[in-house]
């Protein structure tokens, strides 16, 4: 087996026991991890298109349990490309989620690729686009509130680069969906795919910056 099929077999071996037989630790709250963490057939989905885009740079905001990070880690892995990287965002991994998410994918061998920002969304990702970082995709699950979702995708459009993708986790939650249709209507993004829970969404190449005369009410 060469280095990279290794990687990428360590990787699914944790994604196939996380979603078998659950996290190691969990909220007291009962079904916790089956109501927060992205489904399996849904991580299947977000690791194969972010495989087909080749994508190379992905933030990701909602870290949580893990399981969309660790399709995102092998996707990246599966890719193969010379310098992955993985930015995961979230403020309360620790003081929430005892570190689970984190500590699986050191457990997957995550870790040299993935850099975790333990700070909100909305403080992380203007420092992310002052340092120039330049992203293939991303995937937003995090803070739900509409102004928290609509601030994440004003600084992603900016690190995200023209034509990547942008996978919205509950796309149909009046908050999520709101936010999300100002930037197709006003700014020309578009759905590239669409699943039970998540849309995909494509950021138009070249950029589009219309006058704002030509606000369109969402
Ligand atoms: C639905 S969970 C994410 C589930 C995760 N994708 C998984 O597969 O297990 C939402 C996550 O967003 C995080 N979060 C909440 N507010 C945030 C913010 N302002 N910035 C970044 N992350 C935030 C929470 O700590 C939580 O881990």
């Given at each position: 087996m060469d280095e990279t099929h290794g990687r990428t077999a360590r990787v699914r071996e944790v994604r196939r026991r996380l979603a078998e037989e659950g996290p190691p630790w969990t909220r007291d709250r009962a079904g916790d991890f089956e109501t927060v963490t992205l489904p399996r057939h849904e991580c299947d989905a977000l690791r194969d298109l972010l495989t087909a885009e080749r994508a190379r740079t992905v933030v990701e905001i909602g870290l949580a349990y893990g399981s969309s990070a660790l399709a995102i880690g092998e996707a990246l892995t599966t890719v193969g490309a010379e310098h992955p990287r993985h930015v995961v965002i979230d403020p309360?991994?620790?003081?929430?989620?005892?570190?689970v998410g984190w500590n699986l994918l050191r457990s997957a061998g995550l870790e040299p690729i993935t850099t975790l920002l333990r700070t909100p969304s909305s403080i992380a990702l203007p420092r992310l686009l002052t340092e120039g970082l330049v992203a293939d995709a991303a995937f937003v699950d995090g803070s739900h509130r509409f102004h928290e979702v609509f601030v994440d995708l004003y600084f992603l459009r900016r690190i995200v680069r023209p034509g990547g993708v942008i996978v919205l986790d509950d796309a149909t939650a009046p908050p999520v969906r709101t936010a999300a249709r100002y930037y197709v209507r006003n700014l020309g993004w578009t759905v590239h795919t669409e699943t039970p829970r998540c849309t995909a969404l494509r950021l138009p190449d070249p950029p589009s910056e219309p006058p704002f005369e030509e606000f369109r009410e969402f």
């Open positions: 309360y991994q620790e003081s929430a989620w005892a570190d």
